[in-house]
Each structure stands twice: as C-alpha cells, then as structure tokens.
C-alpha cells in the first residue's frame, strides 16, 4: 500500500519503519531531516511537507505527533494534508491528544470528502520498536476494517472502541489509572519499608494480594525490587514524567469539559506536576516514588 508518514520521532520512527518491512510503499516527512534521512536509510521516500505527502495519492496518511496544536496544523493549516488530498483518503492520527480536538480534526476532514480514525497507542517505544502497540480506535466501523491490516504490522492488539474520539478517550482514561496506580504503588511501598518490612518481601506480598496491580508487579518503583525496570537503572528510560504529566492534563481537562469528576486523578496531576516543576521531568514516570522520600543505593 501506498502509505504517507508524518512524525517519526521516538514512537512514529519505529512504526514507519515496521510498514517499510511489511512490504508499504513510504512517504515520510518529519521537522527533523535526521529523522527523515534515517527512515530513507529504511526503504522510504523523503517528501517535502505533509502537503507533498498527501499529492503522492497515498491510501492512507498516518501522524505521529507531539500534541494537539501539531495535529491540527498538519491536517488542516497552510501546507496541510486535507489541503493537498486529491482523492477521498483515510486518515489515521496515532498521537495522543485531548478528545474533542480529535473529534474536530475528524469533523473538519470529513467535510472534505475524507475518513479519519483517531489511533493512539499504549506500549512505549519498545513496543513500537517490537511491532507490539495496543491501538485505541475511534471511527466508522469500515474505516477501522481498512486500516486494520496496516495497524497489524505495527500492533499486536487493536480495538475498535466506538465513534470518533472513543480511541483518544480509552486512551486517556487508562493512563489516568496508570498514574493513580503508579502513584498509590509509591506510597505503599514506602510506607511499608518505613515500617520496617524489606521492600522485595513487601512486592511478593502485594503481588499476590489484592493490591496487585501493573505498577507493583511489572513495573514496581521501588528500587532494586525488579529487575530490567527503570527503577533498577536510575529511573531513566521508560515513559518520562512529563509524559504521563501530559496525559494526566489531558484527563483532568476532558473530564472539566463533561463535568466529570476525576479527584485522584487531579491529584495525581498536581503531584506529577510538582514533581517535574522540581527538574524531573525527564526521569521515568515511576522515579515519583522520591517524592515518598526513597532514594536509590
Ligand atoms: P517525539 O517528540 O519523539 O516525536 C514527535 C515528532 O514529530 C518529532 O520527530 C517532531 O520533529 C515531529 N513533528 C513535530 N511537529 C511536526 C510537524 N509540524 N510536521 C512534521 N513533524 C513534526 O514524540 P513521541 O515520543 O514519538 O510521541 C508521539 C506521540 O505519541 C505523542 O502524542 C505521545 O504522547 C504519544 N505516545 C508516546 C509514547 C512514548 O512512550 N514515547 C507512548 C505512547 C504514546
């Protein structure tokens, strides 16, 4: 398939290059002309801008981007995809953004005559590096069964979560719990070493206990608890601080605008914020157990 790619940063980089193996024709465009040249190095095409993409008559475009403000420029501003598209095309953005932005980008491109999906991932680098991803999907039925076997070569387990905006929504709602869960996991580890349990005895315990859960047994924060963790190497690698602190943003704002509570999620919110005010932002979100006041070694 013929297959335009715009955004090949830490995420957008691997999965392009996973489509280039499963045989797509790619036409790539980043800011970055290293990132471009490295997926050129990869079997794709370097095109100009997201409008040079878009006249390439693809099958499909996919975005990878930073944020919602990217989002919106690439699809809809001066040298944008929607203004270039000749044909009717299906459009899939993989970045993580706030609902209703999604659900406006879909509109806006609809009435162009176009399909799109919103398609955000859970899994990290790693997984896009290992072809892994957990895609999120939001859209019309036949739109997700188009992109489906694209998907595939970059994902191993892809759902179909409902109308336009239901992929960023799922999206937003686990890592919300992600963040909670890191943060709840913090404060009982460290409360049980201050009194006196020895944190490996205390994450057997949790981890057959009914305070299972991610965070304690795949991704405990205690150091030298696990393992091939961030928390065993200094907290580095992994997914950063401001990551999740954009996530949890993005949770308490799309639950300000349906008037639905979301109070340990707020706090998380607050917390993660603190914590990158304090010049953590770049350290693996489960580094939030110092706040606690663990220190390694
Ligand atoms: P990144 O910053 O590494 O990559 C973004 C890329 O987009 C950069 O290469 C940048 O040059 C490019 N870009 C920005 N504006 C552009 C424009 N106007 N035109 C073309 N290219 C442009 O970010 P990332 O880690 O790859 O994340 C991408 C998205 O995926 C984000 O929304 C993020 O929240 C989400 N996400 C990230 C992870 C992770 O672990 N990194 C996991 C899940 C989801």
Known sequence: M?????GLGNMGAPMARNLVKAGHELFVFD??????????????TAVESPAAAAAQRPEMIITMLPAAQHVKSVYLGEGGIVSALQVPTLLIDSSTIDTQSARDVASAVQA?????????????????????????????????????????????????????GTG??????????????????????????????????????????SGRCWSSDT??????????????RGYTGGFGT?????DLGLATEAAR???????????????????????????????????????EG
């Open 2 to 6: 013929r297959i335009g790619f715009i």
């Open 31 to 44: 800011l970055s002309a290293a990132a471009v040249q490295s997926l050129v190095e990869a079997g794709a």
């Open 112 to 164: 162009q005559g176009h399909s799109m999906l919103d398609a955000p991932v859970s899994g990290g680098t790693g997984g896009a590096a290992a072809g892994t991803l957990t895609f999120m999907v939001g859209g019309a039925q036949a739109d997700f069964e188009r992109a489906l076997p694209v998907l595939q070569a970059m994902g191993k387990n892809i759902v179909h979560c409902g109308d336009a």
């Open 168 to 209: 960023q929504a799922a999206k937003v709602a686990n890592n919300m719990l992600l963040g909670i869960s890191m943060i709840a996991t913090s404060e009982a580890m460290s409360l049980g070493v201050a009194l006196g349990v020895d944190p490996k005895v205390l994450a057997g315990i949790i981890n057959t206990a």
């Open 219 to 232: 991704y405990n924060p205690f150091p030298g608890v696990m393992e091939g963790v961030p928390s065993s």
């Open 242 to 246: 401001d990551l999740m602190l954009k």
């Open 257 to 295: 605008q349906v008037r639905q509570p979301v109070i340990l999620g707020a706090a998380a919110q607050q917390l993660y914020q603190t914590f990158s005010a304090q010049g953590n932002g770049q350290l693996d979100f489960s580094a939030i157990i110092r706040m606690y006041g663990v220190q």
